[in-house]
């Protein structure tokens, strides 16, 4: 699914016009950016998190120059779905 369909289904579920739900949703994603880029989480109550991880410091491997380099620690944004998300999921969607 795609953000266009997104729009295009809560346009049709409410009646609204797909420019305002495309607007109020290129808001919300903008807010929940600027929120974990300022360094702050983000916590929906029965959908999820979208949280800032901390990933360690690492050495890695330049395996074109066959040389070894050094990885410093750095943030990642991350999504947490909540338990009643991932049991939701478990239950109605088929193993491929």
């Known amino acids: 699914m795609t953000k266009a369909d997104i729009?295009?289904?809560?346009?049709?579920?409410?009646?609204?016009?797909?420019?305002?739900?495309?607007?109020?949703?290129?808001?919300f994603m903008d807010e929940v950016k600027n929120s974990l880029e300022s360094g702050d989480n983000v916590y929906l109550r029965g959908f999820g998190s979208f949280i800032i991880k901390t990933r360690a410091e690492k050495t890695g491997r330049n395996i074109s120059k066959n040389?070894?380099?050094?990885?410093?620690?750095?943030?990642?944004?991350?999504?947490?779905?909540?338990?009643?998300?991932?049991?939701?999921?478990?239950?109605?969607?088929?193993?491929?």
């Open 7 to 27: 729009v295009a289904n809560i346009s049709e579920k409410l009646g609204m016009e797909k420019g305002d739900v495309q607007a109020t949703i290129e808001t």
């Open 67 to 96: 040389t070894t380099i050094k990885i410093p620690a750095h943030n990642i944004p991350a999504f947490k779905p909540a338990k009643v998300f991932v049991e939701g999921v478990k239950t109605n969607v088929e193993v491929k």
